[in-house]
């Protein structure tokens, strides 16, 4: 069973920055391709970025030159850095392991930017 569980979520100004962690629990980290997904209210659960076990890198297009994805494979965790946030980023913000046909899912951290 692989866990996940993310932080760094909280409530800021729009413009401001916040940087998201994804912390595993076990040592197979190098081999887990990883990603970021939101959810706001009343809307489909989207995805954000996502960053493969080689480095492959690939974001939404609503984030992308704002949001940046990465990893460290020493420590079992996976980044979200977003800046320049913007209202329409609040969401709750889930980070996802795959390996294989298997998909594992953190509880999900709110972040909420206000205008």
């Known amino acids: 069973q692989v866990q996940l569980v993310e932080s760094g979520g909280g409530l800021v100004q729009a413009g401001g920055s916040l940087r998201l962690s994804c912390a595993v629990s076990r040592m197979i980290f190098s081999i887990l391709d990883m990603g970021w997904y939101r959810q706001a209210p009343g809307k489909q659960r989207e995805l954000v970025a996502t960053i493969t076990r080689g480095g492959q890198l690939h974001y939404a297009d609503s984030v992308r030159g704002r949001f940046t994805i990465s990893r460290d494979n020493a420590k079992n965790t996976a980044y979200l850095q977003m800046n320049s946030l913007k209202p329409e980023d609040t969401a709750v913000y889930y980070c996802?392991?795959?390996?294989?046909?298997?998909?594992?899912w953190g509880q999900g951290t709110q972040v909420t930017v206000s205008s």
């Open positions: 996802k392991a795959t390996l294989g046909r298997y998909d594992y």
